[in-house]
């Protein structure tokens, strides 16, 4: 019963972040790029002021894997390394432990740009 109540709560807090994002889509004029940036900026400074982490110990998969995810990655990479390595490390930290995430975007953003026609959004 406890694996199943991991999984529910990763749901619905995953469902919940992806709700806002397509409430942001419909409702608002921004464009899908500018919504990114702000899932990103918002992890990053959720995860600053200390309110994120807090949601990934409840949530696991289902906080870490969406776009705030990845800002609380990049956030928590750079508090590391600056603990580690002093003021140089902030530069480095967040690359370093989304290194993956990142050239697994770029790969697949190559991948599918030479198999489908890009076309600007009308």
Do not use: H
Not at 1 to 9: A, C, N, S, T
Not at 33 to 45: P, Q
Not at 93 to 118: D, E, M, Q, Y
């Amino acid at each position: 019963m406890q694996e199943i109540l991991v999984f529910v709560k990763a749901f619905v807090v995953g469902g919940l972040l992806c709700v806002i994002g397509q409430l942001l889509l419909d409702y608002t004029k921004l464009s899908n790029a500018r919504i990114l940036v702000l899932f990103v900026v918002s992890g990053v400074v959720l995860t600053a002021v200390g309110l994120y982490k807090p949601l990934v110990d409840f949530a696991g998969a289902g906080a870490t894997v969406p776009l705030l995810g990845f800002g609380y990655s990049l956030a928590m990479g750079a508090i590391e390394a600056v603990n580690s390595y002093g003021i140089l490390g902030a530069l480095a930290g967040g690359v370093t432990r989304t290194a993956a995430g990142i050239a697994a975007a770029v790969f697949f953003g190559l991948l599918n740009a030479l198999i489908f026609k890009p076309r600007t959004k009308s």
